[in-house]
């Protein structure tokens, strides 16, 4: 509306006080450098305005105190409105706003929308921009404001709705404005009757606006303020430009006087302040530097702040680490004596552990044995009767009862023996008896006694020693034969009218002589998916297999372990229906002299001449068995009950052998031993026991029972007749 003169001095005005209030500073110095800022711009003197206001901001940065910051920027904007760079105006006006968000000062911020409202739509004539700050300012003013200072704003707001010819919206603030103003405000008058005037204008009530133009030009008198002369000349020029309207010249040109009147008042005002301002532009752009220069040192020291803000944050989570850490090695230390009393506690409970299942696996042993002996005495009377019926009634060998009654024995017998085996070989409770053997010898032996299975399942056995093979080796003849009987013994098992052949010969490797064992069968086979299961305890290829072939499930893990002991590898390889091949690579020790291989070769298969034989047995079934045996061999004999008895007769009789029981009431076979040594007896004690046979033979080695071997019940005669042939010439 008022576009002939600049009406920033009327618009600050307007606010001067406002602001003062609305920072309501107790700092005495900001408050100092703030009026001081103020005054200057009050009395145009801008250069003294922008050296304060620049130090207030200055203060107001380093104490980070952003409303002060927010109205030393809206004095400096102000300031470069006078200088005309509005451009600059607006950045400070803006900068300004985003300090007083800061502050969260609602008033300092209503001020700043307000001043870049009258810049855009008075001095760069944008109307739109203009009412959008105004708009801006209103809200906040309606939230804060006196009614006064709300009238204000809706003063600007009519202004420039009439100035976009928005005239409904116009009266509606023009209306608002007349709810609030008192009487004799003659100051607000001024605006609202000249706007109201120049709404009728427009409204073209022209009785109205010219009632309106008179009120508003009554009250000038009571105006005073120098700077609202701008204002009052602006009026002037409206009452001008109505009568020129209405054609009333004369009227008309009187305004024009008045109002040119005022304006070479305000004209030659304005050149002293201009000399007052002096090289105003120079200046100007040396407090944009000093003003850029402030944001710069905030901007660094905002850096710095961040900085330090960020290694204070590394430092406490470093502290905080420290602490934590102190902590977990604080409890970590705590819990170190509970955990090395734990330890102490879990230790003595694993020693306890370890004795109790070294008990146990003792324990084991011993009931092994226990066993074996408990099931190894009946077991030979079955056996031993049943071969006494056999010799005495030799139509029995047809009946299917009988035969039956023989294998049942026979494989509880291997059973047992093979239970008794594989926990002992397991255990490592075994020690070679290491000695020279003639190989071919003892492969003949094994051939004689597979010969009956190989018979009942119609195969062909083959052997096959490589001439390579020495004569004598020196090994533990049962172990070894072990081996080879268990292979045997499976292959003429699991082949029926096929081929079964054992391969002996020398091979070499790593400067190791070995002695390889083959044993080739023609027979059933076994499939690829149990070739490396077959070694392990109780496994049998086919359930329905066993019912077949009678086996225990343990002969190869035995064979495998023994190997193993004896520091030997073993292999298989099978085809389904084609037949399977065990090798055995057996390390080769040389035999030892050849004389004593000859001598041994000497003593084996005497035939025994009739002996008088001491024969201490408890159980009745045995001593009728044993006795049978005897006799049936044409050798003497007298029974003892026990150890006392064999003791008394021993010091009465001469006996050419003793086969002496082992576990027996009253006096045992080893206390008896022990007696008769101590007698003086030479006469060769054999143990014929049920027990464990290890045992006793490390005691007889050590010399500590006074037993000269030992045979393990139930034997064969032909057992019998090979070990007193050892000790009777
Ligand atoms: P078993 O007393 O059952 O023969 P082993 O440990 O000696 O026990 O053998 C385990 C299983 O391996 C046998 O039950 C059989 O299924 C298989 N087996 C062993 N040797 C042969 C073979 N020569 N031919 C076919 N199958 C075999």
């Known amino acids: 509306m008022f576009k002939k003169v600049t009406l920033t001095l009327w618009v600050l005005f307007t606010f001067q006080l406002l602001i003062g209030q609305g920072i309501g500073y107790k700092d005495k110095y900001a408050r100092g450098l703030y009026d001081k800022a103020l005054n200057g711009l009050n009395d145009l003197k801008c250069r003294e305005s922008l050296m304060y206001s620049e130090q207030l901001l200055e203060y107001a940065l380093k104490k980070n105190k952003y409303d002060m910051a927010a109205a030393s920027y809206n004095i400096i904007g102000l300031n470069f409105e006078e200088f ?194 002096g090289g105003g532009d120079i200046d100007a752009l040396a407090y944009k530097y000093k003003v850029q220069q402030i944001e710069t040192e905030k901007k660094a020291q905002e850096h710095k702040i961040l900085a330090s803000k960020r290694f204070n944050k590394v430092v406490l989570v470093f502290l905080g680490f420290v602490i934590v850490f102190s902590i977990f090695i604080f409890k970590a230390f705590v819990n170190y004596k509970n955990l090395s009393k734990k330890l102490a506690d879990y230790n003595f409970q694993l020693q306890v552990a370890r004795e109790k299942s070294e008990e146990a696996t003792r324990l084991k042993a011993q009931f092994l044995s226990n066993v074996s002996h408990e099931l190894r005495t009946p077991l030979y009377g079955v056996i031993g009767m049943a071969e006494i019926l056999e010799s005495e009634h030799k139509e029995i060998k047809d009946s299917p009862y009988f035969n039956a009654l023989k294998f049942s024995s026979h494989y509880l017998l291997t059973l047992i023996n093979d239970v008794l085996n594989v926990y002992k070989i397991e255990d490592s409770d075994i020690e070679f008896n290491y000695e020279n053997i003639n190989i071919r010898e003892e492969i003949g032996h094994i051939k004689q006694s597979m010969n009956v299975i190989a018979k009942s399942n119609k195969n062909e056995f083959i052997i096959d020693i490589a001439e390579n093979v020495p004569v004598f080796i020196k090994t533990d003849l049962t172990r070894f034969s072990q081996i080879l009987i268990n292979l045997v013994s499976n292959s003429l098992k699991f082949t029926k009218r096929g081929k079964v052949t054992l391969i002996l010969s020398m091979e070499e490797s790593n400067n190791q002589r070995y002695l390889k064992l083959d044993v080739l069968d023609t027979g059933i086979g076994i499939p690829e998916e149990y070739l490396d299961k077959i070694f392990e305890k109780f496994v049998q290829v086919d359930v329905n297999l066993q019912e077949q072939y009678k086996g225990t499930g343990l002969g190869l893990s035995i064979v495998k372990r023994l190997v193993e002991l004896f520091n ?144 393990v019940k139930p034997f064969e005669y032909s057992d019998l007749e090979n070990v007193i042939s050892r000790y009777i010439s």
Not at 584 to 597: L, N, R
Not at 641 to 666: Q, S, Y
């Open 84 to 277: 005309g760079d509005l451009k600059k105006s607006i950045q400070y006006y803006t900068t300004g706003v985003s300090y007083a968000k800061l502050a969260k000062n609602d008033t300092i911020e209503n001020y700043l929308y307000n001043n870049i409202g009258n810049l855009y739509y008075f001095k760069l004539k944008d109307s739109k921009k203009g009412l959008y700050y105004y708009q801006k300012s209103y809200e906040l003013s309606k939230r804060i404001d006196t009614n006064r200072n709300i009238a204000f704003a809706e003063i600007n707001l009519a202004d420039v709705y009439l100035d976009l010819k928005e005239y409904s919206k116009a009266i509606h603030y023009l209306n608002l404005v007349a709810q609030k103003k008192a009487e004799n405000d003659y100051e607000m008058g001024m605006s609202y009757y000249s706007l109201l005037a120049f709404y009728y204008q427009k409204q073209k009530d022209y009785v109205k606006a010219e009632s309106n133009f008179l009120k508003c030009i009554s009250g000038f008198p009571y105006v005073k303020m120098e700077y609202l002369k701008a204002h009052k000349m602006d009026i002037y020029f409206m009452v001008y430009e109505f009568y020129k309207e209405l054609n009333k010249t004369e009227k008309a040109l009187s305004y024009l006087e008045l109002h040119d009147k005022l304006q070479d008042e305000i004209f030659s005002e304005e050149r002293n302040l201009e000399i007052q301002m």
């Open 568 to 711: 030997g590898r073993i292999e298989v390889e099978s085809k389904i229906n084609e037949g399977s091949k065990f090798t055995v690579h057996f390390p080769y020790i040389p035999a030892d002299k050849i004389e004593d291989c000859n001598q041994l070769k000497m003593h084996s298969h005497q035939k025994l001449k009739t002996l008088n034989i001491l024969v201490v047995e408890d159980n009745k079934i045995n001593q009728m068995v044993t006795k049978k045996l005897l006799e049936k061999n044409g050798h003497n004999y007298v029974m003892a009950e026990n150890g006392l008895e064999a003791l008394l007769l021993v010091e009465e009789n001469k006996f050419d052998v003793i086969l002496m029981d082992i576990n027996m009431p009253v006096m045992n076979g080893i206390e008896a031993s022990i007696k008769m040594r101590n007698l003086g007896i030479k006469t060769p004690i054999i143990a014929l026991t049920a027990s464990d046979k290890e045992n006793i033979l490390k005691e007889i080695l050590e010399k500590k029972n006074g037993l000269t071997d030992v045979l």
